[in-house]
């Protein structure tokens, strides 16, 4: 089966779709026999995962990886923290991708993600010159997604967004959404048929995230072995409210052993830093992203997570970081709408709190909780690693195989 994905994030990149797609096309390589080729964006390297540089004299570049053949669609590489210079990679990234498109070949299927969100008219593009299967694997739903975030309210752009958004789901054989929330909005509110929109949430590995001993290298090497901690990991961007991260360690300062540990990089990185500092919070502490290699440790440094989301961002965005949170075995704050993929496992598996997405002294209370009952948090920890087995790599990585099987043999499983 020759499959092609369209996405600007890939290896080695440390945006969370990017690795996940990593995976998933070198393991139906791997594991079944597959034919993958990855449309992917220029790599981008160097500090905050950046490089420098305008847009390539050549528009496609070829790399193998795992088998994998990337298609290298090469476009502008401006720092991301503007909506510039996002948006400059986006359209220079489609364009060079369109141009990547007719040297695909015969296909099977191609899938399209949301990255950026008007990529999927190319894809679909590919698939019906190539006679393919089209599937559109929605990781962000737009517009809602830009028009909630701090930085982009343009009405016309939005309704083009719109437009697009729908007329992908309209002319897509399969839609992948990440969560029954998702399928929801997507049936709902954006008119997808039903019977052709698919769930199959994001993973974590199993195998390679373990529970680990909080005494590691990673927590005697900045303090934090005899400290509870409380960890966002991945992106610090804007639709996880971390403003409110800071509002609840203001109210837990005399706890001591309490620290909020920010580990990633994104956005709101620089701006959450200067607001610490401003108001002279000496337990909240910023760590770089972690090498893939060495989660295990920074994950094991962590007593409890936080997983967040702005309000109305549920179903449009799912969190990915909650099934590495559960492979981990520690507990996470949930502060999300109760309706959010986060908030529902830690309800049907115990494995964490839920705390209401704008209330500070809410989000304060449920660390506060974990921080003064460590038995009830370890218990949620062991309830946490039972739950990854239902969102492990492997079952995923089936789940898409199963559904690309069934689009080339012309039946679509319910």
């Not at 990855?38 to 496609?60: D, K, T, Y």
């Not at 958004?165 to 399928?183: F, I, P, S, T």
């Not at 660390?367 to 239902?390: C, K, S």
Request: a positive charge.
């Amino acid at each position: 089966m020759k499959l092609c994905f369209f996405n600007r994030s890939y290896w080695p990149d440390q945006a969370a779709t990017g690795q996940l797609l990593t995976e998933l096309a070198e393991d139906l390589v791997a594991r079944h026999g597959c034919q993958v080729s990855v449309v992917a964006g220029r790599a981008l390297h160097g500090r905050n995962g950046q490089a420098s540089g305008f847009w390539p004299i050549s528009p496609v570049s070829y790399e193998e990886r795992g088998s994998v053949r990337i298609l290298r669609a090469n476009g502008t590489a401006f720092p991301r923290q503007r909506f510039a210079g996002r948006a400059s990679n986006y359209l220079t990234y489609f364009a060079s991708a369109y141009a990547a498109s007719w040297r695909l070949g015969r296909q099977d299927v191609v899938v399209s993600l949301t990255d950026p969100p008007i990529l999927g008219l190319a894809a679909l593009r590919a698939a019906r010159r190539a006679g393919a299967r089209f599937v559109f694997l929605c990781e962000d739903v737009f517009p809602e997604v830009a028009a909630l975030l701090d930085d982009f309210h343009n009405e016309t752009v939005n309704r083009t967004l719109d437009r697009i958004n729908r007329y992908l789901l309209r002319e897509a054989d399969a839609v992948v959404a990440l969560g029954d929330r998702m399928k929801r909005r997507l049936v709902e509110e954006k008119g997808a048929d039903p019977s052709r929109v698919h769930v199959i949430h994001n993973w974590a590995d199993c195998e390679a995230i373990t529970p680990k001993p909080k005494d590691n290298a990673f927590a005697r090497a900045h303090g934090l072995a005899d400290r509870f901690v409380l960890m966002h990991s991945g992106n610090v961007g804007l639709s996880q409210n971390l403003d409110l991260l800071l509002e609840a360690a203001a109210r837990l300062q005399s706890r001591e052993r309490l620290v909020f540990a920010i580990v990633g990089d994104g956005a709101r990185r620089q701006p959450l830093q200067d607001m610490a500092a401003r108001r002279g919070l000496t337990n909240v502490r910023f760590f770089p992203y972690q090498p893939k290699e060495q989660l295990d440790e920074s994950f094991a440094t962590a007593d409890a997570f936080l997983v967040s989301l702005k309000p109305g961002l549920e179903g449009y965005i799912v969190p990915s970081k909650v099934y590495g949170i559960l492979a981990s075995g520690r507990p996470f704050v949930a502060a999300v709408d109760p309706s959010c993929e986060a908030a529902v496992i830690a309800r049907e598996h115990r494995c964490g709190t839920i705390a209401p997405p704008g209330e500070p002294d809410a989000r304060a209370t449920s660390i506060a909780a974990l921080f003064d009952d460590p038995a009830a948090a370890r218990v949620m920890g062991e309830n946490a690693r039972r739950a990854a087995w239902h969102y492990d790599r492997r079952v995923a990585v089936q789940s898409y195989y199963d559904l690309f099987a069934s689009l080339g043999r012309g039946a679509v499983p319910a």
